[in-house]
């Protein structure tokens, strides 16, 4: 079923501003030795040694799985900010893009950008940089459901993929993340900064791929940050 795809912007005098756009082996065997002989266990063979080396080969399968586990999440994780980053956005908005395909559900995805954030970085340094890019995802975090995915994409681009949300709702709480967000100090050293986002907003539709979703998004962010320069 297609769908038109919806855009439009919204303003926000002090938040930026939001666009929505085995092997085998052979042995004789007597039947007698094939009828009465039972599979011996290790302990039989080995006595308590071989249920010793057995634990012991448990526990370090254990550890490494627990280890697989750890770079797993570390590949999948942006240091900067602990949110995910692109190699796990990408494998999300597979999922979605399939989701939508299948379902027909409503999905969108946006893209997210600090304002100015160049100057914070000239003006403050890039140590404030850095503080500025933690308190965004800590807000995105805070701010959104577990089953929303918050991304960073690098620098200071981030995005989020909204399931079952329409553009509408997705669009309103948008504003309200980038109103609370811009409305409060951010403590950078001997600094204290007030720093507003802005974004581009679409809808996943079916037979969509993810170069047209972001492109679109990309697209709507673009005219959200034209805006916010346009206004200031």
Same mark, same amino acid.
């Given at each position: 079923? $297609?769908?038109? +795809?919806?855009?439009?912007?919204?303003?926000?005098?002090?938040?930026?501003?939001?666009?929505?756009?085995?092997? /085998? +082996?052979?042995?004789?065997?007597?039947?007698?030795?094939?009828?009465?002989?039972?599979?011996?266990?290790?302990?039989?063979?080995?006595?308590?040694?071989?249920?010793?080396?057995?634990?012991?080969?448990?526990?370090?399968?254990?550890?490494?799985?627990?280890? +697989?586990?750890?770079?797993?999440?570390?590949?999948?994780?942006?240091?900067?900010?602990? !949110?995910? $980053?692109?190699?796990?956005?990408?494998?999300?908005?597979?999922?979605?893009?399939?989701?939508?395909?299948?379902?027909? /559900?409503?999905?969108?995805?946006?893209? !997210?950008?600090?304002?100015?954030?160049?100057?914070?970085?000239?003006?403050?340094? %890039?140590?404030?940089?850095?503080?500025?890019?933690?308190?965004?995802?800590?807000?995105?975090? $805070?701010?959104?459901?577990?089953?929303?995915?918050?991304?960073?994409?690098?620098?200071?681009?981030?995005?989020?993929?909204?399931?079952? +949300?329409?553009?509408?709702?997705?669009?309103?709480?948008?504003?309200?993340? /980038?109103?609370?967000?811009?409305? %409060?100090?951010?403590?950078?050293?001997?600094?204290?900064?007030?720093?507003?986002?802005?974004?581009?907003?679409?809808?996943?539709?079916?037979?969509?791929? /993810?170069?047209?979703?972001?492109?679109?998004?990309?697209?709507?962010?673009?005219?959200?940050?034209?805006?916010?320069?346009?206004?200031?």
């Amino acid at each position: 079923m $297609n769908r038109e +795809v919806q855009s439009a912007p919204v303003t926000l005098e002090q938040s930026g501003r939001i666009a929505v756009g085995c092997s /085998m +082996v052979k042995t004789a065997l007597c039947p007698q030795d094939v009828v009465s002989s039972p599979p011996a266990r290790i302990s039989d063979k080995y006595g308590s040694r071989g249920e010793e080396d057995r634990a012991a080969l448990l526990r370090e399968i254990d550890a490494l799985r627990r280890r +697989v586990l750890e770079l797993e999440q570390m590949a999948d994780t942006d240091p900067m900010t602990a !949110l995910a $980053n692109r190699r796990a956005l990408d494998r999300e908005m597979m999922r979605a893009l399939a989701t939508v395909e299948r379902h027909d /559900m409503p999905y969108a995805f946006a893209l !997210l950008d600090v304002d100015a954030f160049k100057r914070v970085n000239d003006v403050h340094g %890039h140590l404030a940089g850095d503080v500025v890019l933690q308190h965004l995802a800590i807000g995105l975090r $805070n701010s959104f459901r577990r089953s929303d995915i918050a991304a960073r994409l690098g620098g200071d681009e981030f995005a989020l993929i909204l399931p079952r +949300v329409s553009l509408d709702e997705a669009q309103a709480r948008l504003a309200r993340f /980038m109103a609370d967000f811009s409305s %409060h100090d951010i403590v950078a050293g001997s600094a204290r900064l007030r720093v507003s986002v802005s974004a581009g907003l679409t809808e996943i539709l079916p037979r969509d791929t /993810m170069a047209r979703v972001i492109s679109r998004a990309d697209a709507a962010l673009y005219r959200a940050k034209a805006a916010q320069r346009s206004a200031r």
